[in-house]
C-alpha cells in the first residue's frame, strides 16, 4: 500500500531534550516536506527537500533540522525543544516539486513540549 | 504578500443542505488551486485541484469547486451534505515556482442531524 508513515504518532517531551520525528514514504517520491499545524493558522512549512541532499528551508524553519540521506526517508530533527514547538506535524510527499503534483500527507505527530 | 483566505473558520449545515466552503486567493498571475480535507485523526487527503484546464472541477466523494479568475475565487460545494463530511477542509495554491504550497487556515465542517 501507498503510504506516507511518521513515527510516533504521539510525544510528550521536556524542554531541551533532544528528539527526533521519522517519516518514510514508498512511492519513490522526490519532493518530501514537513509541516507544523496550529489552530486558527493552517498549516506551515517547515522544511522541504527535491531531492536526495537537496533540502531548503520552509517559513517556518527556527528550531528544527532535516536531513535526506536517502530518497524515502525524510527525518525532522529538534535539537533543544521548546514549548512553543508544540504542535501537531505533518510529513508529506510528492511525485515532483511540480506545481500540480498531489501532495501525500503522513497521519501526523502531535507533540508536546513541557 | 501572497496569501490564501478561507472565509469562516466553521461553517455549520444540516445535513442534506447545500455546502460551500470559501476560498480566495491574492495572486495577479492564476494560479495552481487545491481542496484538501482532514479527517479526524488523521492526515490530509486531495479532494481536487484547478490546474488551468476546466474552470469546474470535480474531486472525490461529490464535492466540486469552481475557478472564478475574476473573483479570484475557488469555492468548495457540495449539493448535499452527509453526515461522512464533517472535517476539516483545506484550501492552497501554488503561485510560483518556489516549490511551495500557501495554504488557508482552514474552514471546519460542522453537520447537523
Known amino acids: 500500500e501507498a503510504q506516507v508513515t511518521q513515527n510516533p504518532r504521539y510525544l510528550i517531551t521536556v524542554t531541551g531534550k533532544k528528539l527526533t520525528v521519522t517519516c518514510s514514504q514508498n512511492?519513490?517520491?522526490?519532493?518530501m516536506s514537513w509541516y507544523r499545524q496550529d489552530p486558527g493558522l493552517g498549516l506551515r512549512q517547515i522544511y522541504y527537500s527535491m531531492n536526495v541532499e537537496v533540502t531548503d528551508k520552509g517559513d517556518v524553519p527556527e528550531g528544527y533540522k532535516v536531513s535526506r540521506k536517502e530518497k524515502r526517508n525524510f527525518p525532522l530533527i529538534l535539537e533543544s525543544p521548546s514549548p512553543n514547538q508544540t504542535s501537531l506535524y505533518f510529513c508529506?510527499?510528492?511525485?515532483?516539486?511540480?506545481?500540480?503534483?498531489?501532495?501525500?500527507f503522513g497521519p501526523g505527530t502531535r507533540l508536546t513540549v513541557l | 504578500a501572497q496569501s490564501v483566505t478561507q472565509l469562516g473558520s466553521h461553517v455549520s449545515v444540516s445535513e442534506g443542505a447545500l455546502v460551500l466552503l470559501r476560498c480566495n486567493y491574492s495572486s495577479s498571475v492564476p494560479p495552481y488551486l487545491f481542496w484538501y480535507v482532514q479527517y479526524p485523526n488523521q492526515g490530509l487527503q486531495l479532494l481536487l485541484k484547478y490546474t488551468s484546464a476546466a474552470t469546474l472541477v470535480k474531486g472525490i466523494n461529490g464535492f466540486e469547486a469552481e475557478f472564478k479568475k475574476s473573483e479570484t475565487s475557488f469555492h468548495l460545494t457540495k449539493p448535499s451534505a452527509h453526515m461522512s463530511d464533517a472535517a476539516e477542509y483545506f484550501c492552497a495554491a501554488y503561485m510560483d515556482s518556489n516549490y511551495q504550497l500557501i495554504w488557508g487556515a482552514g474552514t471546519k465542517l460542522i453537520i447537523k442531524p
Open positions: 512511492m519513490n517520491h522526490e519532493y
Open positions: 508529506a510527499s510528492s511525485l515532483g516539486g511540480g506545481s500540480t503534483d498531489t501532495q501525500y
